[in-house]
């Protein structure tokens, strides 16, 4: 396709971004969907396990321990597998690609004013490529080809070479105003399940006590308080794995700053003599927006213990 054709062909995120980046995303779903399987079954054979093991009788006793049985069994799997890093690794190496891929793609940051001839921007390209490459050379979450993988596609020369207003317009519409709804939805999400679990935070302990009294009082004659404080931790468990809170506040704010260098790109005066230089500049703070809060996940990577 001769690169004019792109101004008037819609260009989408998923056709522009090298190849790694799918590979790279896949292995972090992979990871995450695993990471939540596995915890989410543990937490539930440990409260069954307090549940059945309140009740008087040997076969309650056995399913209890059959209960916690498994959930060493998935503890061990836990630090086997280490799901958590594959989940923290990939996406830190797929948004680490995407943001190199839009930066050449569009002209941003050092790619704009110079170098300005293709080869030059794709030397620059590999250089920091393989920059990302070498934080990521002892992680499963990368083929042995990665750098293959992750080579300027075709639709990245085709856009770089458009115009400004074309290249304007693909940006702001598939990253920015993609990345921006994302954002808005995961923090609304984020902050209902953080209302929730707040809530049976607060219920939980609400209902111990209450059964507590009750058994201190002799009305109920079945102890249902280990239950209830295994739902608790489980509860407290769950959501600092997810961590609603901090991430919808990271969400926004990176919805909000998202916001701010939309509007600055949107005004942009592309008839202007400087407006490259400008647009190379508002683009990399667009980048750097969107950074800021993939940071976490590279931070999670570098911390995270032998047990994660």
């Keep these: 396709m001769a690169a004019g054709a792109r101004s008037t062909d819609p260009v989408r995120e998923a056709e522009l971004l090298p190849e790694l980046f799918r590979v790279a995303d896949s292995a972090s779903q992979r990871g995450q969907r695993h990471s939540i399987t596995l915890a989410r079954w543990q937490l539930l054979l440990l409260t069954a396990a307090a549940a ?10 056995w399913a209890a321990a059959a209960a916690y049985l498994g959930a060493g069994w998935l503890a061990v799997e836990v630090s086997r597998q280490n799901p958590q890093g594959l989940w923290y690794e990939g996406r830190a190496a797929a948004e680490s690609v995407k943001t190199l891929a839009w930066k050449f793609a569009v002209r941003a940051d050092a790619y704009q004013p110079l170098p300005t001839t293709l080869p030059d921007a794709e ?33 990245m020369r085709e856009l770089r070479e458009q115009p400004l207003t074309v290249r304007r317009e693909v940006y702001l519409r598939e990253r920015v105003a993609a990345q921006h709804g994302w954002y808005r939805a995961k923090a609304g999400y984020c902050d209902r399940a953080g209302r929730v679990t707040e809530l049976l935070g607060v219920a939980l302990p609400a209902l111990g006590l209450v059964l507590a009294v009750l058994r201190a009082l002799d009305t109920v004659s079945f102890d249902q308080l280990g239950t209830v404080s295994a739902v608790a931790a489980s509860v407290t468990t769950w959501a600092q794995l997810r961590q609603y809170r901090p991430l919808a506040a990271a969400y926004r704010l990176a919805a909000d700053e998202l916001e701010l260098v939309r509007a600055q790109l949107t005004q942009l005066d592309v008839a202007a003599a400087d407006s490259e230089e400008l647009w190379a500049r508002l683009a990399r ?24």
């Design 52 to 61: 059945v093991g309140s009740a008087a009788g040997r076969p309650y006793a």
């Design 285 to 308: 703070d667009a980048e750097e927006a969107v950074s800021r809060e993939h940071t976490t996940w590279q931070a999670r990577r570098e911390v995270r213990g032998p047990g994660h």
């Design 123 to 155: 030397g620059l390209y590999d250089l920091q490529l393989r920059g990302i490459l070498r934080g990521f050379r002892h992680s499963p979450v990368l083929p042995s080809d990665a750098e293959r993988r992750a080579g300027v596609t075709a639709a």
